[in-house]
Structure formats: C-alpha cells, structure tokens
C-alpha cells in the first residue's frame, strides 16, 4: 500500500544551521508529493509540493527533489532562523487508482535557537 | 492561491452538547471536502470526505451518526459534533479540494474544540 515515512524528531538546530528533514515513501507509480508545515497554534499550510520525478520544489528557502531512484522527498533548507520552528509534515497523493487521499507522515517537530 | 476559512476557530462546550464547525472555500468550489482530527504532537487522521451533494465516505472507525458532515454547497462542509464528551476534545482541520486539480488541497485553520 501506500505510506509515508519521515525521520522522528524532535529536531533542535541553533539559527543558522543546516536542515535535513528525511522522507521516503511508498507508492505504486509516480504519486504527487508534498511538504506541508504547521506553526505553533496554527492550521497546515502548503510549503511546497513535486508532482513528477525530478521536480523540485522550493518556497521560504527550502527545498525538497523528487527522487523516484530513491523514494525520497528530502526537505532542506541552507539556514534556518527562530522562525522556521513548526512542525513538517511529509505527504503524497497517489496517482494510480481512485484514492486521491493525502497520505501523511507522523510530522517532524523541529525548533530553532537562537 | 485557494483559501479555506473554518468557524469557529476555538469552541468550549459543554458534555452532551452539540457544536457545529463550518468549512468554506472562499475563493474556488471545493467539490470534495475533506474533515481531519489532530491530537496533541501526532499526525492527521482522516474521518472522512464528503464530495458535494452526496453522503460522507466515514472512515473505518469514525462514528458516522456522532461526527456529521453536511456538504450542502460546493463552498461549505459542515462536521457537527453531536453529543460532544471529553475525549471528542480535539483539532479538527478540513480541506478541500477542486477536482479539477486532484493532487492539491487546501487546509482550513483548525478549530479548536474543548468539552469540559
């Protein structure tokens, strides 16, 4: 069937760090994917989304590639600020079938230092 | 891009009470909705998806006659927690969709809702 697996957390970074939040999936065909982020307090938001392999897709300084070799949507972003603590969730929407449901990661907590 | 407004944002009732969350896209017809429920540091759980003018598709486990969902229009859903007890306490997030774009949706706020 299909999932989605992303690296655990809590992740802790100081401002400024490098950011690497792992994601690998598990799809039959070339399923849309997605990174979606939830800020403290707040409803999901769209960070950025790849619909065929090879795609990236940036927004807000990060950046996930579609890797089909790999089954990967890894989301990396050069250097973090204060405000970039949320939580990140992985997810993809299958293109084979009728299901067109969100499938989701359990979410990766991440805060920043300053 | 689409945007999806939820009311009320936060609700406080009491046990035995029924609350009403409304869900409307205010810039596109959604003709799906989808209602999810997020606990505390956990991911989203899909209860269910209503497409418009139809009855919802529950998901296993969802209590269809406790969790209603009305899609009246393609620009509300409504999830009525019916007989509301403290363990329904919860986020409750909808989105929707156009089926024209099926790989996108749009996320509601969240509501809040608290049974004391």
């Known amino acids: 069937g299909n999932s989605v697996t992303q690296m655990e957390g809590p992740v802790t970074l100081s401002e400024e760090a490098f950011l690497t939040i792992n994601c690998t999936y598990t799809?039959?065909?070339?399923?849309?994917l997605f990174w979606y982020v939830q800020y403290p307090g707040e409803g999901l938001q769209l960070l950025l989304k790849a619909t065929k392999a090879d795609d990236k897709g940036s927004n807000k300084g990060f950046e996930a590639t579609y890797r089909k070799e790999t089954t990967s949507f890894h989301l990396e972003k050069g250097s973090v600020q204060v405000s970039d603590s949320a939580v990140y969730f992985c997810a993809l929407i299958p293109n084979a079938g009728n299901n067109r449901k969100l499938i989701w990661g359990l979410g990766t907590s991440l805060a920043v230092n300053p | 891009g689409a945007v999806v407004s939820q009311h009320p944002s936060r609700v406080i009732c009491k046990s035995g009470t029924s609350v009403k969350i409304e869900c409307r896209s205010l810039?596109?017809?959604?003709?799906?909705m989808f209602w999810y429920r997020q606990f505390p540091k956990q991911s989203l759980m899909l209860m269910a998806t209503?497409?418009?003018?139809?009855?919802?598709?529950?998901e296993q486990g969802v209590e269809k006659d406790k969790f209603l969902i009305n899609h009246a229009s393609l620009t509300l859903s409504t999830l009525t927690v019916t007989s509301a007890h403290p363990e329904d306490s919860s986020f409750y997030i909808c989105?929707?969709?156009?089926?024209?774009?099926?790989?996108?949706?749009?996320f509601g706020p969240g509501t809040r809702l608290t049974v004391t």
């Open positions: 799809a039959t065909g070339y399923p849309s």
């Open positions: 209503s497409n418009e003018g139809s009855k919802a598709t529950y």
């Open positions: 810039d596109f017809q959604a003709t799906t």
């Open positions: 989105s929707a969709r156009w089926d024209r774009a099926l790989h996108e949706q749009y």
